[in-house]
């Protein structure tokens, strides 16, 4: 079990040679220095998973102003591995090396448009070797959004042993690995952190969650578990729910729109669970008929509905919703005002202004600061305002800029760091309160995309949006795929969405344990009769076989764009039952693929169902053993789902 370890200077001075006074009170260990500094280490283990999560805070209780608290490592730790030698520099690197496999964020949106393969890398995992005593390797997210550019996840590897290191901050992380001689230190924490306290304040810095696991342990089902039962937002209140099944409705779409469409969903029973409203809903946009087209940008920030097209607030869609079997789940982006709307001319106190990195212009957008106490307000009462008005079971909440710039601008000089840690922790203590006034409520953690997953807030949101690739209506199933396929290596709970209708491959390319479908969402989007029953075949199919998608999972296929192969994913619960989806892609030479599926046992018997075809077949797990499992697709672009269980 790895024991929590940290280190900061304070005035200079490093944290072990400073004269301190340790109390303990169960799982919280308090450093309590002799100016009133106190450093307080909140950790809590996890035995059935050999792991350990801890957090810093910092609190000054003296007077006036503390001593500068500078290069802070949240996790200082050494995780130990045997010592490597290469015998001869001319051979290739084997699993017996040291290593860090990182894996890859968000990037840079215009991708999406252009650039299928870039695109495809998301989420995608990396090996970079660390052998030399001393070497180092540096890693850190761009932008202020905590998976941008890399995701806060690394595994420390060798000889198919090591640990997993999570860092929970939705801001600006660093990660750092060192060679020993005998393992790899690691350092983790802020990117830019170097501050003083006043008299009373106290601040918080990132979290770090490490789990070690052993050669012949499955690592990645391992770690899905641990989120699975102690970071999922479901574990943190107990709900029933940690999942949405949504259907969209682009927000600038009138409300009589929106109540016809949601009729004719009823009408053939298309069991969708939200009506999810999209962007265009709120301000004084004259015409805004898709996300790509109208003036609806330009209001972020009016927070009021759009008089043009919903006339009664929306209580009209929200009726015929209910009356449809739905809740609500509506899209807002609280803490982006654009310059010039009603937020920006009235309440200047708590908005930040930064120019933009680009252009060196003043930006044409404010951040609204959650760290000041006013702002925090306004947002928590223009939340709950809409959460009661429309019932809302889904609070959709974007955040479509990078905000480091605003939190460097705003700093006090010597306190660098200090704006970013308090809008920071005020998100964490938005979603805290939302969720203690609301304990049916679900977030959906938006920033343009998958660009805030970390433990923080997978343990309060759901990434239903995981990436905005979804946002185009032609968007390349098979670069969903991808994303599924590597994303599913840690994380049991995440959502996409599909946009094209009619079409099976691309809506089971997107299948996670969240889903959307947004084949009925613009103004210029139509679904005749044939599309509605298709629709309902896709959302009962989904239904059947949702619950397998946080279970152990298992990858058969490829990890990489590539067109002419195959995709075989495998969801397992337990050895007992499950799921195996595979895709031929639309190049694949091959009508057949031969796995070895994972978690069955060998003194089983399973039967198999496939769901298309309706066929009916078992198959003994010695037999699977020997044999494997062969799955066959006459037709190229085509796909199956098998269903299993044990007999």
């Known amino acids: 079990m790895t024991v929590p370890e940290f280190s900061f200077k304070y005035g200079g001075v490093p944290f072990g040679e400073l004269k301190k006074e340790t109390v303990s009170r169960g799982d919280n260990t308090a450093y309590v220095l002799e100016d009133g500094l106190n450093v307080i280490l909140k950790s809590k283990k996890y035995e059935e998973f050999d792991a350990c999560e801890w957090v810093l805070s910092f609190e000054f209780k003296g007077e006036g102003r503390s001593k500068t608290i500078s290069e802070i490592n949240d996790c200082d730790i050494n995780v130990k591995l045997p010592e490597y030698v290469r015998e001869f520099l001319g051979d290739r690197f084997t699993e017996s090396a040291p290593k860090i496999i990182k894996m890859k964020g968000c990037v840079e949106g215009i991708n999406y448009r252009c650039d299928d393969e870039a695109s495809a890398a998301e ?50 992380w660093k990660a750092e690995f060192t060679k020993l001689k005998e393992g790899i230190n690691v350092k983790t924490g802020l990117q830019n952190a170097e501050f003083y306290l006043n008299s009373g304040e106290k601040v918080r810095t990132t979290s770090v969650l490490v789990m070690n696991y052993a050669e012949g342990e499955d690592k990645s089902n391992k770690f899905r578990r641990l989120i699975k039962e102690h970071f999922s937002c479901s574990t943190r209140r107990n709900r029933k729910k940690n999942y949405l099944l949504a259907n969209e409705l682009w927000g600038g779409i009138s409300s009589d729109e929106m109540v016809k469409r949601i009729n004719e969903y009823k009408e053939y029973g298309i069991g969708f669970e939200q009506e999810w409203i999209d962007a265009g809903w709120y301000g004084d946009s004259k015409k805004c008929d898709d996300a790509f087209t109208g003036d609806w940008g330009a209001f972020t920030g009016d927070w009021y509905m759009n008089p043009r097209i919903h006339k009664d607030n929306m209580t009209d869609v929200k009726k015929a919703c209910e009356d449809a079997g739905m809740r609500m789940m509506v899209w807002i982006e609280p803490e982006r005002i654009v310059r010039g709307t009603e937020c920006s001319r009235n309440h200047p106190e708590f908005l930040i202004h930064a120019k933009d990195k680009n252009t060196g212009e003043l930006s044409p957008y404010l951040l609204l600061n959650l760290g000041d106490e006013a702002g925090f307000n306004y947002v928590f009462d ?150 509605l029953k298709w629709a309902k075949k896709t959302v009962d199919e989904y239904k059947e076989i949702r619950k397998y998608f946080s279970c152990d999972f298992y990858n ?39 796995i070895s599926l994972k978690g069955i046992k060998k003194d089983f018997t399973y039967e198999f169902t496939n769901t298309d075809s309706g066929e009916v077949f078992t198959i003994s797990g010695e037999k699977l053993f020997e044999d494997g499992f062969t799955i066959r697709l006459n037709e190229k672009y085509s796909s199956v789902i098998i269903k299993y269980s044990a007999k």
Request: aromatic letters at 16%; a negative charge; hydrophobic letters at 30%.
């Open 382 to 531: 223009t939340l709950c305002g809409y959460i009661d008005l429309l019932h809302l079971e889904c609070l959709r909440q974007d955040f479509n800029f990078e905000p480091d710039i605003y939190w460097e601008t705003n700093d006090e000089k010597g306190r660098k760091g200090i704006t970013e840690i308090k809008h920071i922790t005020g998100l964490y203590k938005l979603w805290d309160k939302l969720l203690e006034k609301y304990p049916e409520l679900l977030i959906d953690d938006c920033a343009s995309g998958g660009r805030r997953i970390d433990i923080e807030t997978i343990r309060r949101a759901i990434p239903f949006f995981r990436s905005d690739y979804q946002c185009d209506f032609n968007a390349e199933p098979d670069v969903t795929q991808t994303h599924g396929t590597n994303i599913s290596r840690y994380l049991p709970y995440t959502g996409c969405t599909t946009k094209t209708k009619a079409d099976t491959y691309a809506a089971r390319s997107t299948y996670a344990s969240s889903w959307g479908g947004a084949f009925y969402n613009a103004v210029f989007q139509t679904m005749s009769e044939s599309d």
């Open 123 to 172: 989420f995608s995992f990396h090996t970079d070797y660390i052998w030399n005593e001393g070497q180092k390797l540096e890693y850190a997210n761009i932008g202020g959004w905590s998976s941008n550019y890399f995701m806060p996840f690394f595994d420390v590897n060798q000889d198919l042993r090591g640990a997993i290191i999570a860092i929970g901050w939705t801001g600006s």
């Open 556 to 594: 058969h296929g490829t990890e990489t764009f590539d067109k002419a192969a195959w995709t075989v994913w495998q969801y397992d619960d337990s050895g007992k039952e499950g799921i195996i989806i595979a895709f031929r892609r639309e190049k694949s030479p091959h009508c057949e693929a031969n």
